[in-house]
């Protein structure tokens, strides 16, 4: 076998169909395009996302950028501070905060954060304490005990 004797197998090779050369070619007149209008236009292209000068989607939703992490841990967060309207020497649980309206449900876990001073000792329980909440519970003579939620 020669590189002469080489031939496409049958059905492989097509003769371009001819649009648009008059009404005896089966795809005269419109040539494929329907009729009028800006599709049927010499020329014609459309950049993505068009939406034939209708506002398109990505102008219509909000501006959502960056990432948004599905398994960020939420906390509902009392300041050492807001602690200071207990009684002195009381032992501080969720149900407690949830009473004295410093978090609103215990679906979240509580974390306690050391802003501002406190005045008189506790037994505060939460999920997570900050380095400076736990150094000014017991500097005021109090406890800290870690729950788990």
Do not use: W
């Not at 000014?136 to 003579?141: D, L, Q, R, V």
């Amino acid at each position: 076998m020669r590189g002469n004797d080489l031939i496409p197998p049958r059905g492989a090779k097509h003769s371009k169909k001819r649009v648009g050369r008059g009404s005896g070619s089966g795809h005269g007149t419109t040539a494929c395009k329907g009729t009028k209008g800006q599709k049927a236009r010499a020329g014609f292209s459309l950049r993505p996302g068009f939406e034939g000068g209708q506002n398109p989607l990505t102008k219509r939703l909000p501006e959502q950028r960056g990432f948004n992490n599905i398994f960020k841990r939420k906390y509902s967060i009392v300041n050492v501070s807001s602690l200071n309207r207990f009684e002195s020497g009381k032992e501080i649980g969720p149900e407690d905060l949830i009473e004295q309206r410093l978090i609103k449900s215990l679906k979240n876990p509580i974390k306690i954060l050391g802003n501002g001073e406190l005045e008189k000792p506790f037994t505060v329980k939460a999920s997570k304490f900050t380095k400076t909440a736990k150094m000014k519970i017991e500097s005021a003579g109090g406890k800290v005990e870690e729950i788990s939620q």
